[in-house]
């Protein structure tokens, strides 16, 4: 089945205690990205990455690093989790094909993070 | 900036109605525009996808238009259902970037 998955589902974490929230995808798709989801601010991207070896910031990087090392995985790091970095956060994974459409967007089912 | 708004931010309708969702942009530079439901609690599952060049989607009892001139997309609903009832999120992504921009969704409760 094709899929974007994320670990932890759930997590609760204090300040200052370092983090990585793993995403993985089985479509063999070019394009990941990362976003969070608060109230009244909607969806916000973080980082993306446009292949392997390739990111770049979204709108709102501030506090996250990414890599890609390989095409089917693409990790968040919060290296130093703050409280204001609770959220609800999303993976995304898209490729151009041609019957769908191009960079239709796939997504992930959410990490709930909360940070004390 | 792209900016993206949607209207109304919340809608509730009787079953059988049929209803538009409104999704508006501030720069037609857009390479396409995706439409999402959100289910409380759960991730985004895409609905349609409206590449810059078309003007319409359809998708069973879903319709979406995309008139990119003047910066708008509306989802239309035909017969909804009690299990239609979820966020619905609309997003462009710009020609300059890889950026996708979502807007803050509507939220539809369809009544029995």
């Known amino acids: 089945e094709a899929q974007v998955t994320q670990n932890p589902r759930y997590l609760i974490t204090v300040t200052g205690k370092k983090l990585t929230v793993t995403c993985s995808q089985n479509m063999n798709h070019e394009y990941m990205s990362w976003y969070r989801q608060d109230p009244g601010l909607g969806l916000r991207q973080i980082y993306y990455?446009?292949?392997?070896?390739?990111?770049d910031k979204g709108d709102v990087p501030e506090g996250y690093k990414v890599s890609r090392k390989e095409k089917r995985n693409f990790p968040l790091i919060l290296e130093s989790p703050s409280p204001n970095q609770t959220s609800l956060y999303f993976c995304?994974?898209?490729?151009?094909?041609?019957?769908?459409?191009?960079?239709?967007?796939?997504f992930g089912p959410g990490t709930r993070l909360t940070v004390t | 900036k792209q900016e993206v708004t949607q209207i109304p931010a919340a809608l509730s309708v009787p079953e059988g109605e049929n209803l538009v969702l409104n999704c508006s942009f501030t720069d037609s530079a857009i390479y396409n525009l995706q439409w999402f439901r959100q289910d409380p609690g759960k991730g985004l599952t895409s609905l349609l996808l409206?590449?810059?060049?078309?003007r319409e989607q359809t998708s069973g009892r879903l319709n979406a238009s995309l008139d990119k001139s003047s910066g708008r997309s509306t989802l239309y609903i035909a017969a909804s259902q009690p299990g239609d009832s979820a966020t619905y999120l609309c997003a462009v992504r710009d020609n300059y970037g890889q950026n996708f921009v979502f807007g803050p969704g509507t939220r539809l409760s369809v009544l029995p």
């Open positions: 409206i590449q810059s060049s078309q």
């Open positions: 995304a994974s898209s490729s151009k094909t041609e019957d769908r459409g191009l960079y239709e967007q796939y």
């Open positions: 990455s446009m292949n392997v070896e390739v990111t």
